[in-house]
């Protein structure tokens, strides 16, 4: 499968950005997917991920109530909907296909899009 991250931008603290993931493939429906973000001089974080039927999903400590993962199997993308921005949400955001909290779970890894978030 391959993964196309889209919806990156600048927006002032406090402003909402919607990403996508579209995914090539026939079986994306059978896809975990994840977000994940890194940020200059730091190490992969996970952000966010989604089970294939949507009964599952996590989310970091920092992003919890502020960003929502979802997804539409029709249309083989997965959402990342970020409200309430931060300054340290700056980052190049990427998907990936798996689950869990860490990147070794994942593979298929995407073209990340860059946010960035001015205070």
């Known amino acids: 499968v391959q993964l196309q991250a889209s919806g990156g931008g600048l927006v002032q603290a406090g402003g909402s950005l919607r990403l996508s993931c579209a995914a090539s493939g026939r079986t994306f429906s059978s896809y975990h997917m994840g977000w994940f973000r890194q940020a200059p001089g730091k190490a992969r974080e996970f952000v966010a991920a989604?089970?294939?039927?949507?009964?599952?999903?996590l989310y970091a400590d920092s992003v919890k109530g502020r960003f929502t993962i979802s997804r539409v199997n029709a249309k083989s993308t997965v959402y990342l909907q970020m409200n309430s921005l931060k300054p340290e949400d700056t980052a190049v955001y990427s998907c990936?296909?798996?689950?869990?909290?860490?990147?070794?779970?994942?593979?298929?890894w995407g073209q990340g899009t860059q946010v960035t978030v001015s205070s």
């Open positions: 990936a296909v798996g689950l869990g909290t860490s990147p070794i779970g994942y593979n298929s």
């Open positions: 989604i089970s294939w039927n949507e009964v599952t999903t």
